[in-house]
């Protein structure tokens, strides 16, 4: 260690037996300076060991101040040296030799002070932009409370993270980043990935807090980034909140973010009249009750009959999923499936239904329809589950599986294998919905289907809705020219029934022939 034109060396040693002395001795030597300060510690100083080293550092060392020193290590002697080189006369060597421990030490406590404050830097700076981060704005604003937040979220970040790769998406975070500081006044931090927040000094009210946002969105909507060759446009969605009190703010300023993202809104404000928190409060509940009824078996299938329109016979039922809370009253499953993928239980929900499903079918003759989503298709877990299932089933050449068609087919590949490996069991499949959403009758062709059922919001007004008739007497004649069987759905009354007969539509299911019930006739 260097203080100025003061050397300080120090080197310690270790001995266990007196014939290890002279070793020591010999490295003591090297030091080529009899200017020493020499600690000896030792548990007992009447040993042999001790003695004999005391003798030999006193006679090579006649000008060193040797201290003897007690410690509680029974087994080790130690000696520590203190070499000090200074170019000035020394009168007491040890003080010297304190004093520039003492400097030492007090250079070491200022290197720790910088290191903990460079630690803490880190801690309230974003690593990425060096903006500061979600801690250091909380700090900001534990002692004002008289502020407004705007956050700003790139929207179309993972499209780019994919395709370009994560080194370019860091890239372009660091340059969304120095464009919002470029472009603005107020402080900005990055709280996530994709977000910025900005500080207002005050708060503003709902009017003026829009027109900021307006002037600001027009800033900020159509942002283009140059990386090599590459022009990147990027988007952004703005949210901020206005209301009574900052309770909740970082909340409710994200619920209006999502508002916006979910209803492609350029910017969304949060007010506390909107009370979006009670539909995240809702959401909670359920997945709570989801769950639960997961891990309790109280996920059951409802039986609602399908009767052939010649015969007027049920020929078929329809299993439907429905929820048991615990109070075992029913939750509809447009309520729970949703929040069920959206907590990843919905293959749980959708393998307790195929079990509970095919032991009732297995007693008796009738075929059962079963929902499955492209998803469940394409998921190969799903896919051996299924097998397995029609496999060692005897009610597998009467099972029929509903796609429901909520989304357009991403993987054609792996529905058609799907389809032709559980028509291997016997098994059927139906498209369920034709008529709404992404109908195509591309499907019909591509998947050889066997059923096809009408989506129930053209069926219940075929009797007063001229546009309806049309639409399904085309679907009708479409699917009798491939060979497949049509189904009504929300056959709600006598007339609508009269109608589908008439049209020559095979089988009918609603209300005007039964409702869902836990057990079939």
């Known amino acids: 260690m260097i203080k100025g034109e003061v050397i300080l060396q120090i080197k ?21 300076n009899t200017n020493l300060l020499i600690h000896l510690s030792s548990y007992m100083h009447n040993t042999v060991l001790v003695q004999n080293l005391k003798l030999e550092l006193e006679k090579k060392f006649p000008k060193a ?38 400097l030492t030490e007090e250079a070491k406590a200022d290197d720790l002070k910088n290191c903990k404050k460079q630690l803490l830097n880190k801690y309230f700076t974003d690593h990425l932009t060096s903006f500061p981060n979600l801690y250091q704005l909380r700090k900001d604003l534990y002692d004002n409370e008289n502020f ?18 994560f080194m370019v998406g860091d890239y372009i975070i660091e340059q969304v980043g120095n464009y919002l500081v470029e472009n603005m ?19 503003l009210d709902f009017y003026d807090l829009k027109d900021y946002l307006t002037k600001l969105y027009q800033k ?25 009190n900052q309770e909740n703010l970082f909340s409710k300023v994200s619920m209006a973010l999502k508002y916006a993202k979910d209803h492609r809104l350029p910017f969304w404000i949060y007010e506390d009249r909107m009370r979006f ?22 996920i059951i299938p409802y039986f609602q009959p399908i009767i052939d329109n010649n015969t007027l016979k049920i020929n078929k039922y329809e299993c439907l999923a429905r929820l048991l809370d615990e109070d075992d009253n029913i939750i509809s499953p447009s309520l729970f499936i949703p929040i069920s993928k959206r907590i990843k239980v919905y293959n749980l929900v959708t393998k307790t239904i195929i079990d509970k499903s095919f032991e009732v079918f297995e007693k008796n003759d009738y075929e059962f329809c079963i929902n499955i989503s492209m998803e469940d298709m394409i998921n190969s877990e799903m896919f051996n589950f299924i097998l397995n299932k029609l496999k060692y089933s005897n009610a597998s050449n009467r099972a029929v599986f509903e796609i429901v068609e909520s989304e357009a087919i991403q993987d054609f590949e792996k529905i058609e294998r799907f389809i032709n490996e559980i028509k291997r069991y016997g098994a059927k499949i139906a498209i369920d919905d034709f008529g709404d959403g992404y109908s195509n009758f591309s499907y019909l062709i591509k998947m050889n289907v066997d059923f096809l059922k009408i989506d129930g919001s053209l069926i219940k007004d075929i009797d ?5 008739y049309l639409v399904v007497e085309t679907i009708v004649d479409f699917a009798k020219k491939l060979g497949v069987k ?4 929300f056959v709600h009354s006598s007339t609508v029934m009269d109608k589908v007969k008439s049209m020559g539509i095979d089988f009918s299911q609603g209300y005007h022939i039964d409702k869902p019930s836990l057990n079939i006739e």
Not at 12 to 32: A, D, N, P
Not at 281 to 289: A, D, G, K, Q, T
Request: hydrophobic share 35%; with cysteine; glycine share 2%.
């Open 220 to 244: 900020v909507k159509n942002v283009t980034i140059r990386y090599q060759e590459n022009d990147i446009s990027v988007s952004m969605t703005l949210a901020s909140c206005v209301n009574s």
């Open 464 to 468: 007063t809705d001229k546009n309806s």
């Open 12 to 32: 310690s040693f270790i001995l266990t037996s007196s014939t290890e002395v002279s070793g020591i001795v010999r490295s003591v030597l090297e030091i080529h």
């Open 185 to 203: 006044d107020e402080k900005i931090y990055r709280v996530s990935g994709t977000e910025f927040t900005l500080y207002l000094e005050k708060s």
């Open 486 to 489: 049509t189904i009504a759905e």
């Open 65 to 102: 101040k040797l201290v003897m020193l007690k410690h509680d290590d029974k087994s080790h002697t130690s000696v520590v040296v203190y070499d000090l080189d200074k170019k000035t006369e020394i009168k007491d060597i040890s003080d010297e030799v304190l004093r520039e421990i003492q």
């Open 277 to 298: 928190e009670n539909e995240y409060e809702r959401n909670l509940s359920i997945s709570n009750v989801v769950r639960h009824a997961v891990e309790n078996s109280k």
């Open 148 to 165: 407004g937040l705007i956050t700003i979220a790139i929207d179309n970040f993972v499209t780019i993270n994919n395709f370009y790769g």
